[in-house]
């Protein structure tokens, strides 16, 4: 997918996040882990995150790699089969180690043996494409240095839970666009392969596309952020849910 040579205004990477299943974690309760429509922004910055190989310890990077992203998405192929619930169930003991991303197992802290019963959405064979972009543009990283870290990154990435492993690049060289708002650049993308037809469902930022009009949705504030300095999620930021079809300029 080659960049818009009409297009003026910011430089974007185009992101496919295509897989057999896909998980955007919402508000958990209990042991109820659900699915959003689109990933959020803290799923996005740990997607970079472990493509560029830093340590969870790392907040402060965490933190200023977060407030620079901007980005929208636009699901091209919703579940032809719905959502898929995954119910499972583990008899732990205290001795049991887990499987991670980082090198060595992760060890219980003991107690709480027993039955583990927990439920996980996920959608099955979706594909929902994005168009990023870092402001300010000059920090570190660079657009550049997430790109080369998405096409080589320094450990097996996966869309929103480990099970959930891309089909292919989640990005590739000439994937990118050039536009001026998020809005724009999701227009000039070109449908995936087996896209549901246009128009399809987006989210984009508030101040980054239209708020009112017949294919605006609705306005909310979406609660996706995470304080990396204290572990936790909260802080909301304002988004259009809406569609959008095909631009006479799509890219190729």
């Known amino acids: 997918m080659s960049a818009d040579a009409t297009g003026t205004g910011h430089r974007w990477l185009i992101l496919r ?43 402060e990077a965490h933190q200023a790699l977060q407030d620079r992203l901007v980005y929208g998405a636009r699901r091209d192929r919703a579940n032809p089969l719905g959502l898929l619930t995954d119910s499972q169930n583990a008899q732990l003991e205290a001795r049991e180690r887990g499987w ?12 709480g043996q027993g039955i583990h019963r927990r ?11 994005l168009v990023v972009r870092l402001d300010p543009a000059d920090g570190t990283p660079d657009l550049d240095a997430l790109a080369a870290a998405l096409e080589r990154p320094a450990r097996p990435l996966f869309i929103g839970r480990k099970p959930c492993l891309p089909t292919h ?40 596309g239209p708020k009112t009009g017949r294919n605006v949705h609705r ?34």
């Not at 991670?100 to 107690?111: A, S």
């Not at 439920?119 to 494409?129: E, K, L, S």
């Not at 650049?185 to 987006?202: Q, T, V």
């Open 100 to 111: 991670t991303t980082w090198g060595r197992p992760e060890e219980r802290g003991g107690g």
């Open 169 to 208: 690049p989640i990005w590739a060289p000439g994937m990118e666009v050039t536009a001026p708002t998020v809005h724009a650049a999701l227009s000039l993308l070109a449908p995936a392969d087996d896209a549901d037809d246009p128009p399809w469902s987006a989210l984009w930022p508030a101040d980054e």
């Open 219 to 252: 306005v909310t504030a979406l609660a996706d952020r995470r304080n990396w300095r204290t572990g936790l999620h909260g802080g909301t930021r304002m988004v259009v849910e809406g569609c959008i079809g095909v631009s006479p300029e799509t890219a190729p």
């Open 119 to 129: 439920r996980r959405d996920y959608h099955a064979d979706a594909c929902i494409q």
């Open 17 to 59: 996040l295509e897989a057999p299943l896909l998980a955007f974690g919402g508000v958990a309760i209990d042991a109820v882990g659900v699915t959003r429509d689109f990933p959020a922004v803290s799923m996005l910055t740990g997607l970079f995150a472990n493509a560029l190989g830093w340590d969870r310890t790392e907040v």
